[in-house]
């Protein structure tokens, strides 16, 4: 009763928040939505949107599950160090990390630099975007993987290897499957903290519409503007999300728990 309390005190506060023309808000964006639908540049936005989310997921499981191998299965100089600097987007402030990414990736940072010869550009671009989601949601990944990275016993890899598996082989069907609960419960951890960031993105994103604009920078421009119902409909659509993310994770959670009791 407590978790229902909790979840839904801040969707009765979204429905009421926007005044009362709130239903009358939704008919209104239900009609906007179709209308943008209806014209020939919108599907191109939104099969780009999705192509961006599923690319960076998937960059991000790679990238999280190579980063604990690394720190579970070798020893080197420095190891204490990047092992904590990890946790350093849990700690850094949301604004500083944008300012820093966006200084690092401009064409006249450390890495935009490198990059600029090549004609890539990522500050202020879409690109800045899935970088700094990358930046904040890698961490949860790599904190997921490596426990359950580090109980799986050398043993049993061994044994593969003596039966005549190739190394491939024992990857894809000795380690892979107790890693892959946990992969994915570490992408969803990060797609919901990446579904509400907007500290850093709005430093390091043109925060063009149809380009780079976000929705947490969206609702924050339609409070500037004294849409609160354009806001309070936003803000639902984000919280529907992120409770389909919630029960996802803990789907997941049980998934794992019950392949580990095996």
């Known amino acids: 009763m407590a978790v229902a309390h909790h979840l839904g005190l801040p969707v009765v506060y979204a429905v009421f928040a926007g005044g009362g ?3 009358q808000g939704f008919h209104r964006a239900a009609g906007r939505i ?6 020939s540049d919108r599907p191109g936005y939104l099969q780009r949107d999705f192509y961006d989310i599923a690319g960076g997921r998937a960059i991000n499981g790679v990238l999280g599950t190579l980063v604990a191998w690394i720190f579970v299965r070798y020893e080197f100089p420095g190891k204490r160090i990047f092992d904590a600097a990890i946790d350093l987007p849990f700690a850094l402030p949301t604004a500083v990390a944008g300012l820093s990414l966006a200084s690092l990736y401009s064409e006249s940072g450390w890495i935009g630099s ?3 010869p090549l004609g890539i550009k990522v500050s202020f671009t879409r690109l800045g975007v899935g970088v700094a989601m990358l930046f904040i949601s890698l961490p949860f990944v790599v904190r997921t993987v490596q426990p359950v990275l580090a109980e799986i016993e050398r043993d049993v890899e061994e044994a593969a290897w003596s039966l005549g598996a190739s190394p491939w082989q024992t990857f894809w069907r000795v380690i892979l499957p107790p890693l892959l609960p946990a992969i994915l419960t570490g992408l969803a951890l990060g797609f919901s903290r990446a579904v509400g960031e907007y500290g850093s993105i709005v430093i390091v994103a043109s925060n063009m519409p149809f380009q780079d ?5 969206l609702i924050f421009q339609r409070l500037e503007q004294y849409d609160y119902t354009g806001a309070t409909v936003i803000g639902v659509v984000l919280l529907g999300m992120s409770l389909i993310s ?3 994770i803990n789907w997941l959670q049980a998934w794992g728990s019950r392949y580990q009791d095996r």
């Not at 179709?34 to 014209?39: E, P, S």
């Not at 604009?213 to 920078?217: E, F, G, S, T």
């Open 34 to 39: 179709l209308a943008h639908c209806h014209q």
């Open 246 to 248: 919630l029960f996802w």
């Open 213 to 217: 604009l976000i929705a947490p920078v």
């Open 114 to 116: 490198l990059l600029a």
């Open 21 to 23: 023309d709130v239903h």
